[in-house]
């Protein structure tokens, strides 16, 4: 112990009823027995977090009252002052992002004295001291003080320890017995042995170890009648007659062997353990995962004396088993008395999994050298058989494909020592929690990897002869290593077939598994996804398939609860239930992900059990959902939009809303792709309003990231939906958009072709702000040509529509247009007049994108009058509103025009950091004006 540190404040008991002593010998009184039962379940895992409802399961076990939260934190309050050190002010139970921990020094807590003296004494065993290792274990045992939290009812994590603990103590028990009769103390054994033998009649070791104990102390004949007492007994209780090696022992004393009649001689030698070597073969063509293997290394061998569970979880066919056995066989050296696997069946073509008893009897102890007649008729001497063969063993056990930690926890072995491997479609979180295994959660490969697997299978000519198909057959399969091995294996069966007819086959199928079928069982797709599929609950399994309708991989908590027509709250079970079973892997807080092909078996799913109107309802509340938190964010983002039509209330959920624009654009970033499809889907199944609706809101969105591309494709879509429903308002607001897109993407032609068709749509139905607008891109548009001066009038006709319909936003717009043509057309007071009265608009409207703008156009003023430092000064202005509305192309352009000011004084180190803080910004957005920044740069250099 740290000097520093100084002794515990508190020592803590639980080899007995659980007690808490202050170091100056004083008992705690704990409370009531809930509150000592909450103690001894924080005891029996220190350090670890439990949450309130873990805690709640293990207090009432399934049957808690209603104020079962409250009275949780009631004990914990409780105990807390109880359990207040005098001479520290922190609590030993401290509450964090985990739950409730208890923390304490380890060295107050007799059980991990107890192991410390264990360990000390098999180390002084293995060296051949042998009083040195009876001292260590008579310490360790005088430690109890009773059952393991005596008093306490007996059930979840407590009765997992107490047994763990009285397994210990058993073979403790039997280590004692044979360092005394090797010092010569049989008669003292003698009576121990019997009160041994009593609670435990059915372990044989003591049972031999009292018949030596007897024949040394000259009671052949006692010796001789346990053993008859023993083969009574086991025949009556159990069926079968004492083990090989008892039986050689009652010879031996029929036959008075002198050797093992003298006192002090060591006990019969145990026999040479039987060393299985169980696991299949290792995987022929395993390649990649190199970060998961060197975890599990980590896991399973970075503690030399201790190996530990480690539970390699993921959905069906991402290659569990295949890491598995890749890392078994690499490290057998590590494990020299063997390796047990054992398939539990918990996912597969089975309908009930391998029970843990059938597994101990059928595969596990015969494995270890256990007739069929010595193994014991009750499970609970079957299990307590296989942890006492596992204790002093350095084991692999590889349980492999189980379906929950129940079915896991008995097969556990009795010692640390031991290593063991669980793979699961389930996250295991009991076995987490209980057990403390190690997760090694194991995700789609990576496309590298994915790549090294086809030409592994494939070979390196083939698969570089022709890369484009390659990366079909990767993008298509999903990246699932299942499914990658069963195209290769469907390429090496026709070597002379190009692999872009495979691809093809797969295109072929839209996403469905028919091309991806096997005739056997555990390699077709769809199969093995069904296994996980028919163990959900009825909400997950409708939840699973209402969620492979959502058009892009990932979905939100919130989309999820739109799809299901439910509060997220009320979803969040079915959620965190297809997450344990891998069906969804939860990449980030409240946003989950389905690969391309869960998805597809998904749909093939909700096209067999939902009806077409189920689905049709399903789409629309999404819908519904992505475009009311769409507008929600594109208001939010730039005060001058305004929808062209109102939504109905909402059904179902309701969607989050946003208060400011940060949030909401931040949202946005992230929704993109999943919006972008969400306008497709739309389209394909004939939700017409929805998909222009959403494309309409996606302008201020996409212009903001500076996204032209994908506007001029959202709007092209809007278009011929707007033509398709003979909505002339719609067309023309989408023609205008599709024309923004053209000019940032310098389409001139195009875009004055799309404004042209804008204007007459809105001629056609009188909208008088649409004109406005219209005549602003137009304005802008002769601008960017190099003719301001046929600029103005489309300037002015903005203004004039503008002030008719009231709409003070596109008036202020409309004065920043002319203010900017006049600039332009070097007449600076004019410029500087309307800009002015353009501020004073967007100040009233708070609209701080447009007062940006304006200020940018007032610098541009001044800077062509040659007041340079007032430029400047409205420069800055400028860029401190694009940073707080986040429009990076907006900053840049100010970027580049306050460089020319600082030019323009001869403060060119100063212009040259602009510039190139400009072009950063246009890089990143892939604005066309990057490449003529970059060249100006490269010509001032």
Known sequence: MDPAVGPPAMRYRLLGPVEVWSL?????????????????????????????????????????????????????????????????????ILAGATGYRLVLDAQAMDSVAFDDLTQRGYHALRQGRWSDALRAFEAALALWRGEPFGGLPGWGVLLSVRTRLQEQQSSLLAEIADLQLRAGRHNELIEPLRTQIDGDPLRERPWGQLMVALARAGRRADALATYRQLRRLLCDEVGVEPGPDLQHLHTRILRADRELLTSGARPPEKPTPQVPRQLPAPPALFTGRTRELARLTTLLLGDAAAAGTVAITGTGGVGKTWLALRWAHDNLHHFPDGQLHVDLGGFGAATQEASPSAVVVRSLLPALGVKPLEIPAEPAAQFALYRSLTADRRLLVLLDNARDAQQVRPLLPGSTRCGVIVTSRHTLPGLVTAEGAQLVALDLPSTTEARQLLVRRLGVQRTTAQPAAVDELISRTARLPLALSIVAARATARPTFPLQAIADDLAASRGGLAALATDDAATDLRTVLSWSYRLLSPDAARLFRQISLHPAADVSAAAAASLAG???????????????????????????????????????????????????????????????????????????????????????????????????????????????????????????????????????????????????????????????????????????????????????????????????????????????????????LYDIEGDPRGALPHARDALALSSSSDDRHGQAAALNALGWGHARLDEHTRAIAYCEQALSLHEEVEDRLGAAHTWDSLGFAHHRLGAHLTAAACYRRALTLYSDVEDQCGKAETLIRLGDAHQAVGDHDTSADLWRQALTILDRVGHPWAVELSERLAAYR
């Open 24 to 92: 100056a010998g004083e008992r705690l009184a704990l409370g009531t027995p809930m509150q000592v039962r909450l103690l001894a379940i924080l005891m029996s895992q220190p350090g670890t977090g439990w949450s309130i409802d873990q805690l709640v399961d293990e207090l009432w076990q399934g049957r808690p009252p209603k104020t079962a939260a409250g009275n949780v934190k009631t004990y914990v309050w409780a105990l807390r002052r109880a359990l207040r050190s005098p001479g520290s002010p922190d609590p030993a």
């Open 566 to 780: 439910a509060p997220p709250h009320l979803i969040r079970p079915a959620l965190d239930e297809l997450t344990r079973a891998n069906l969804l892997v939860e990449q980030s807080p409240n946003r989950f992900r389905c690969h391309d092909l869960l998805r597809a078996y998904g749909q093939e799913l909700t096209d067999a059990h939902d009806s077409a109107t189920d689905r049709r309802a399903v789409r629309e509340r999404m819908l519904d959902h992505y475009l009311r938190v769409a507008r929600n964010a594109a208001s939010l983002v730039d005060a001058s939009w305004q929808p062209a039509d109102t939504l109905p209330s909402p059904a179902g959920a309701a969607p989050p809303a946003f208060t400011d624009h940060r949030p909401a654009l931040a949202w946005f970033t992230t929704e993109q792709r999943v919006l972008l499809a969400t306008v497709d889907e739309a389209f394909a199944h004939g939700f017409d309003a929805h998909a222009g609706q959403l494309a309409q809101t996606l302008t201020p969105l996409l212009s903001r990231l500076s996204q032209w591309h994908d506007l001029a494709e959202v709007q092209a879509t809007a278009v011929t939906v707007a033509r398709r429903r003979s909505d002339p308002r719609a067309e023309a607001l989408a023609h205008r958009d599709l024309a923004l897109a053209h000019i940032q993407l310098r389409r001139y032609d195009a875009a004055r072709r799309h404004l042209g068709r804008a204007m007459a749509r809105y001629d056609q139905v009188g909208d008088r702000p649409g004109q406005a607008s219209t005549h602003l891109h137009l304005a802008w």
